[in-house]
């Protein structure tokens, strides 16, 4: 990884910032109480003793005894060997405890400020939480439904700086389809009063600060057979990138995620953030050489990365979650990126978005014909006969709007270009466009077509629709023309009662760049009816 590309003569250091994600990160409610504000039972360090039990009254010698970072099981699929995603920081929570079992967490609190503490317990299990020997939440047999697999608990206990706190927790689980069937769902988190610092990112932070360059990985948990809770990432990760970034301004953010997560809250902290997906096993040889400039990043998102879980066009309970089994599947056509542009919502990053080590520059955008009919293929079209043909150049000075080649200054046609009189009647559309490396690195860039709404059509469509993308390799200084081919579906509607695609005739947008918010180039297609 980043040791072996940097060499011998280079210093790297190593610092665990937050506690490691496990399945808990799926559970909804407050962030598991850290590491370093508890101690185990017995022994020194931090976290606290676990006992796994294969039975429901903690009788017999644990099947488990060891020190968890937390108190939290979320079991089930997540566990099952083989699919267990979880941080191999974290102490292994086998499948074996995927049966009637109890878990007792025991040891002690260590309060960092004075004040109010909101202790919670997320549960599905018959469960006890005990501070000083009270017993301060207590629940019973849980019997989940669509809207609530778990119950979340709460209570208040003020403590002193510096003040120590026995706590316990037991959880006994049962399998039986009456009561739970889905897996161990278990966390002890807390709300502390305002001014705690994780001793863990102070760690961190001093390391940044001694460093030319720090380097923060943060991660998520995702999977099949559950929902993230929110955006947020989980332990506290937002709150290690602050302090790392203060302390050194030549802070790099790392992303090892599954999807989208939540940026805003500290992106502006730091120059440079990756994001690296889930890369693999060779990941650590794969960021380094992207790190160190030996590769160069080209990937465009896939997905758009709203600014949070409420600025979403799905962001209603009954479209997610839900109300019941019942989910409101309202957006209709305008699902993705459609649904951002329809709503008017502003995304921390758009569709398509993606940085590079260099920069492009797209010019001279043309719309041409392609020899074959769009109809021709049942995959493109099966339409009402329409044909699409393009527009008469705008006059020098307009915007780069045209069915000829264009700069930007106004366009005019190509030499065999189709004008007025030489139509793309029954012909398919195609763009092209000339796309200059202009930075000091080579690199590739994906440029992306987007269709328009057609103002004549019955039925709504989307503001923006990809149409078609391609993918370039450019050295420094080099420009090359390159095409894109126009899906005609695009640029049609399902009729449902005819069962087929209908390709309406009119004036259709086209937009060029490198995202779908970032389309510097635009030219009209026209589609005429053939009848």
Known sequence: GIQARAGADTEVTFTPGTDPVTSVALLPGAQPIPSSFLRPATGTGTGLTAEYFLNQDFSGTPYLNQVDPYAGLNGGFFIYTGFNASSPHFPLQPQALDTNSSVRWSGSLVAPVAGTYQLEVVTNGATTLTVDGADVITTQAWTPTANAPNQTVTVPLTFEAGSTHSISLSYVYDTSEAWNGGGQQIKLGWTPPEGVVLPQVTAAAEAAAAADTAVVFVRDFASEAGDKPDLVLPNRQADLIRGVAAANPNTVVVMTVGGAVQVVDWQDAVPAVLNAWYPGQNQGTAIAEILFGDTNPSGKLPLTFPVDDEQTPTATQAQFPGVGTTVDVSEGIFEGYRGYLES???????????????????????????????????????????????????????????????????????????????????????????????????????????????????????????????????????????????????????????????????????????????????????????R
């Open 344 to 530: 008017g919502i502003e995304p921390a990053y758009p569709f398509g978005y993606g940085l590079s080590y260099t920069d492009f520059d797209y010019s001279k955008l043309r719309v041409t014909c392609k020899s074959r009919d769009w109809d021709q293929h049942k995959h493109e079209l099966e339409g009402d006969g329409a044909t699409a043909e393009t527009l008469d150049a705008p006059a020098a000075g307009s915007a780069a709007k045209a069915d000829a080649e264009v700069d930007g200054r106004g366009g005019h046609p190509s030499p065999g270009h189709p004008g007025k009189d030489r139509s793309c009647k029954g012909k398919p559309q195609e763009l092209s466009l000339r796309v200059t490396n202009t930075g000091d690195v080579a690199g590739s860039d994906v440029i992306q077509a987007y269709a328009g709404a057609n103002p004549n059509s019955p039925v709504e469509m989307a503001e923006r629709s990809l149409a078609g993308w391609t993918k370039i390799y450019l050295q420094p200084g080099e420009s090359q023309r390159v095409t894109i081919n126009l899906d005609a579906q695009s640029f049609s509607y399902w009729d449902e009662a005819a069962d087929t695609w209908v390709l309406p005739a009119g004036n259709v947008p086209v937009y060029v760049g490198s995202s779908v918010l970032d389309t510097p180039l635009e030219a009209v297609v026209k589609i005429r009816d053939r």
